[in-house]
């Protein structure tokens, strides 16, 4: 395995992690602001 070959793994690696939290923030921003849709007397 050569160096480029790992780099090229690495970058994939971090960039399908990225795009992972990405997805993790925005569901749990969605989820907030139904939560809050659904209670409106209350703030988050």
Known sequence: ?????AFKT???CVSSSILLMGNVI??????QKKLTAMMPGRQL
């Open 1 to 5: 395995m050569d160096l480029n070959s």
């Open 10 to 12: 690495l970058i994939s």
């Open 26 to 31: 925005l569901s749990g921003r969605l989820l």
